[in-house]
T-cell receptor, first 112, second 114 residues
Framework: GEDVEQSLFLSVREGDSSVINCTYT??????LYWYKQEPGAGLQLLTY?????DMKQDQRLTVLLNKKDKHLSLRIADTQTGDSAIYFC????????????FGKGTKLSVKP | NAGVMQNPRHLVRRRGQEARLRCSPM?????VYWYRQLPEEGLKFMVY????????ESGMPKERFSAEFPKEGPSILRIQQVVRGDSAAYFC????????????FGSGTQLSVL
């Protein structure tokens, strides 16, 4: 079945770049998403990439997609303490609107 | 433009009681989705609704759980005879309806079953 895997923790220093990785299994995924969840809050859509793209850049965020290896990454440049949160990778399943498959989330800790 | 509104934020129920969770989608959004997040887990899809219709309930437990999105008013996720294993954060999301459109999530309802 479908599965999305992420490492559970990442710790970086303020000002460094953060790279959060994700692997997925469904080759029919149409969109892949990165969501951010701060403590006690809902999920905030950070960015998404269509499956026929390799890269998408949006200010400090860069998404890389390797469709052959089913690998997705999110790079946050100049990481700030306000970036501390849980980051979820998700894939949409072909033919099933709104049924996103989420990873368990990567907890990013940013040390001053 | 208000976002997706969920209430209550926190809900405490004793085993055997009923839980009703409400979700008002973003203005102009006609598609609603419910997800459940167990502790230390990612979100799991439960159900997808349009006004007065259940489109996909493949993630809903077969018993005790039901969802509706009436013509007027919010979407309701109803859990009858709650058990401790139902304790989780329940998130609602909405979209305008374009296929594979991005979903906008509410802040969730934290259900605690004593």
């Amino acid at each position: 079945g479908e599965d999305v895997e992420q490492s559970l923790f990442l710790s970086v220093r303020e000002g460094d770049s953060s790279v959060i990785n994700c692997t997925y299994t469904d080759s029919s995924s149409t969109y892949l998403y990165w969501y951010k969840q701060e403590p006690g809050a809902g999920l905030q859509l950070l960015t998404y990439i269509f499956s026929n793209m390799d890269m998408k850049q949006d200010q400090r965020l860069t998404v890389l997609l390797n469709k052959k290896d089913k690998h997705l990454s999110l790079r946050i440049a100049d990481t700030q303490t306000g970036d501390s949160a849980i980051y979820f990778c998700a894939e949409s399943i072909g033919g099933s609107q709104g049924n996103l498959i989420f990873g368990k989330g990567t907890k990013l800790s940013v040390k001053p | 433009n208000a976002g997706v509104m969920q209430n209550p934020r926190h809900l405490v129920r004793r085993r055997g009681q009923e839980a009703r969770l409400r979700c008002s989608p973003m203005k102009g959004h006609s598609h609603v989705y419910w997800y459940r997040q167990l502790p230390e887990e990612g979100l799991k899809f439960m159900v997808y609704l349009q006004k007065e219709n259940i489109i996909d309930e493949s993630g809903m437990p077969k018993e005790r759980f039901s969802a509706e999105f009436p013509k007027e008013g919010p979407s309701i996720l109803r859990i009858q005879q709650v058990v401790r294993g139902d304790s989780a954060a329940y998130f609602c999301a909405s979209s305008p309806g374009t296929v594979y459109e991005k979903l906008f999530f509410g802040s969730g309802t934290q259900l605690s079953v004593l």
